[in-house]
């Protein structure tokens, strides 16, 4: 899996690594960018940021390795190597996050707002970090995802994206500090694209945030429901109003769009009196529509589940509720599957959500390589949450024992859940 990677001007923006030695097969050496600043962890984690990064990383296959210099004077022109140790296993760990340009003292700023979404061709310099937390999302203002930044970033600076890509790349290369991405709704079940965007970007999950969703049927004023021919809307938002859009007596065709403000917008900057858009009532306001129809969601109980990412992890706790989100790739075999449940079960470990989605470097593979026209099997990559801290020994027990069948695990955070109470999706 790669990455978008930005236009060709935007380059030499991005820190270059230097260019790897020989790898040395059967010998795992890798290094950590990061100083050792001293924090104590709860149950003898680590004593360090590096030791928990570290602890981390470790879990992770397929890490890009580099052959260590035997000569001391090349140890020590290179930094020490910070080294950790999770169930009897050392290494020195390089996280492969971006790495700072230490060299670099350029004061030029650019503080100003986009006036419209962010393309990747409008990928630039980042500004220079001020009080203000700047916080990115997909959609244009009035969107859900923005009111979900405002819940788990309050005051921030929300900064519209065209597309989930970008909002990794705007995090990735210091335009924001922070991005909120929708993971899942409660009837309208995953996003996908985005659990696929977790995999090929280095960011990490940094908190969660659950949202209530009230959808409103918009259209231009003056407008009556029987003179719409269309309805347009997200996907998602289209499925979670098929019901109520039917009982209102509307047989428009149903058009999806890249996102609910967007829809809205697009009426009201094309005057469109014969279509309609489901959305927020924020997004009525902000872009001059009537609600034609208030909560069409068909059911009340309508709730997104939000991701917090940011560049680098936190450091996980155990004095309130933590979540912690993996990914992984079994071996072949039989029961695989069952056996990584099974190291969860019997640590009492709650899960609270297992998605499969297509291993894009494997696809299918044959039940017998040497016979052609076997029956196929299709590879999957597993995304599981489940409620314990990375900070429990419990859980660093649990994914040592699920590292051992699997081929690939990566720790995409672990991080505090979201316990506000729940209330009906209404409109604010």
Not at 172 to 183: F, G, T
Not at 298 to 305: A, G, H, I, L, M
Not at 342 to 370: G, M, Q, W, Y
Request: charged share 20%; glycine share 6%.
């Amino acid at each position: 899996m790669q990455a978008i990677s930005p236009p060709s001007p935007l380059k030499l923006l991005v820190p270059t690594r230097p260019r790897l030695a020989p790898v040395t097969p059967n010998k795992l050496i890798l290094h950590c960018i990061y100083r050792s600043d001293s924090v104590q962890l709860p149950n003898g984690v680590g004593s360090s940021r590096a030791d928990w990064q570290s602890s981390c990383a470790i879990l992770a296959s397929k890490v890009v390795s580099q052959e260590q210099p035997t000569d001391k004077s090349s140890e020590d022109s290179r930094g020490a190597d910070h080294v950790a140790a999770v169930n009897g296993h050392k290494a020195s760990i390089d996280l492969g996050l971006v790495p700072l340009n230490k060299g670099s003292s350029d004061g030029d700023s650019n503080n100003k707002k986009p006036t419209k979404s962010l393309s990747i061709t409008d990928l630039s310099p980042a500004p220079m970090h001020g009080s203000q937390l700047r916080v990115a999302y997909q959609g244009v203002p009035g969107a859900y995802s923005e009111a979900a930044a405002g819940k788990a970033y309050p005051n921030c600076e929300a900064i519209p994206c065209d597309q989930f890509d970008v909002v990794f790349q705007a995090v990735e290369l210091w335009i924001a500090d922070r991005a909120v991405l929708p993971a899942e709704n409660s009837l309208g079940g995953s996003i996908h694209r985005n659990y696929d965007l977790l995999l090929r970007h280095n960011l990490h999950i940094v908190g969660e945030v659950q949202f209530p969703v009230h959808h409103c049927l918009l259209a231009l004023p003056g407008v009556r429901k029987e003179y719409i021919t269309r309805v347009i809307s997200h996907p998602q938002a289209l499925a979670q109003c098929e019901l109520t859009l039917t009982e209102l007596g509307l047989h428009a065709v149903r058009e999806a769009v890249d996102d609910t403000a967007g829809a809205a917008e697009y009426i009201a900057s094309n005057n469109l009196r014969n279509t309609a858009a489901i959305a927020s009532a924020r997004a009525a306001e902000l872009y001059g529509l009537q609600i034609l129809a208030d909560g069409i969601q068909d059911d009340k109980s309508n709730v997104t589940r939000f991701l917090m990412l940011a560049r680098e992890p936190i450091i996980p706790r155990t004095d309130r509720p933590f979540k912690t989100s993996i990914v992984f790739a079994h071996d072949k075999g039989t029961s695989v599957l069952f056996k990584v449940l099974s190291a969860f079960a019997f640590r009492n470990i709650n899960l609270t959500k297992i998605e499969s989605r297509p291993h894009r470097d494997c696809p299918i593979r044959l039940v017998d390589d040497a016979s052609a026209g076997t029956a196929k099997h299709f590879e999957y990559m597993f995304y599981l949450d489940f409620e314990a801290s990375m900070a429990e020994v419990r859980a660093q027990n649990a994914l040592a024992e699920v590292q051992e069948f699997t081929s690939f695990l990566r720790v995409l955070g672990s991080y505090p859940m979201d316990m506000t109470p729940w209330c009906p999706s209404r409109s604010d």
